[in-house]
């Protein structure tokens, strides 16, 4: 899709428009959703505002109708229902839980695979928030893309677990660069990933040897520039970091203001003389074995030059098919 954007695209008024100061028209978009062509009558005005990408189209072609036929339905609702509220709801996804091991640890095959593996995918507490994020940073809904990053950090209250390689690949495949979302990830792994932690895991262990060289690169690389780890998660530091801010959203952003304006911080204190769990951590950290160079899953260093071009394909070819399966089985019509 070409992108017709004006230098003042960033530039937009500090509320959505409404009826009430007469910034809100009459004008409706039929936007049709998913192969079935799901309907959906939307205020034109309201699409303009909260998408850059559609307001610079709709400068240049009829906004009478949108065709979407790659977006889910499901997805598109959940944007639906939080520009209705003005950016104030999104769904209440699951909270992200420990890794289930079983009994001793397991081997698996070179060529082993997973046999359904959009459902486990699609099973992930994160996958429909990152199919929403792609869509926002497909659309330039920046506000959209930062409060579901928000979501997905709050899917890992403690900070201190890691999500499944099925959404590392998801991120890593996808079409629609995420830079912001892989920065995060890759935070998330140099912080908590141990060679072990997918001991017990037959799915976890068969996707691992499918992430990409330059995923575990990165992940060493920040383990070896900071050694130690810090006493504040990165998000903690800065939550901005992660989202996609002008530089006066990101002097309005809610986490830029709370604690009297010292920013996002969470249970670390000077007076917590309880080091204990830090020490714990530390002590893991540094005496993994599959923290090093020598122990990146399935290949050595020498060989992390090399690119997997095979699950790209293979990528590619199930997002086809949960495409052709799943979306759009539902058919009707809602006007916002």
């Known amino acids: 899709m070409a992108r017709n954007k004006g230098s003042n695209r960033d530039v937009r008024p500090d509320r959505p428009p409404s009826f009430t100061d007469k910034t809100l028209s009459n004008s409706i978009t039929k936007v049709y959703v998913g192969p079935d062509r799901e309907l959906y009558l939307i205020y034109t005005d309201l699409l303009r ?4 990408y559609l307001d610079g189209e709709f400068d240049v072609s009829n906004s009478e109708t949108l065709d979407l036929p790659t977006v889910s339905p499901a997805v598109f609702r959940v944007f639906l229902d939080w520009m209705r509220s003005d950016g104030d709801q999104l769904p209440k996804w699951s909270v992200h839980e420990p890794r ?3 009994g001793e640890p397991i081997k698996v095959g070179e060529n082993e695979v997973i046999k359904d593996r959009v459902n486990y995918y699609h099973s992930q507490p994160e996958s429909e928030a990152l199919e929403c994020y792609m869509f926002a940073i497909d659309f330039e809904i920046r506000q959209f893309q930062n409060d579901l990053f928000d979501s997905i950090l709050e899917m ?3 900070g201190n677990l890691v999500p499944s390689y099925s959404i590392i690949l998801k991120v890593w495949q996808a079409s629609t ?3 912001l979302l892989r920065k995060y990830l890759v935070d998330v792994f140099a912080r908590n990933w141990t060679y072990g932690i997918d001991a017990g895991c037959r ?3 068969i996707l691992r040897k499918q992430v990409p060289a330059d995923f575990w690169l990165s992940v060493l690389l920040l383990r070896d520039e900071h050694g130690e780890i810090d006493d504040y998660p990165p998000w903690d530091e800065d939550l901005c970091q992660y989202h996609n801010h002008t530089d006066e959203e990101q002097r309005s952003c809610y986490w830029q203001n709370i604690n009297g304006g010292s920013g996002y911080c969470t249970d670390y204190t000077d007076d917590d003389d309880d080091d204990s769990m830090l020490d714990e951590y530390e002590s893991d950290f540094i005496d993994d ?8 899953p399935g290949r050595e260093l020498s060989r992390m ?3 997997d071009t095979g699950p790209v394909k293979m990528e590619a070819e199930l997002d086809h098919e ?4 799943d979306i759009g089985e539902t058919s009707g019509s809602l006007t916002i």
């Open 203 to 205: 799915e976890e262990l």
């Open 177 to 179: 660069p995420a830079p």
């Open 289 to 296: 074995t599959g923290v090093y160079a020598d122990e990146v």
């Open 156 to 158: 890992n209250p403690d």
């Open 305 to 307: 030059e090399e690119d």
């Open 322 to 325: 949960h495409n052709g399966s």
């Open 100 to 102: 289930q091991t079983y």
């Open 49 to 52: 505002y909260w998408s850059n």
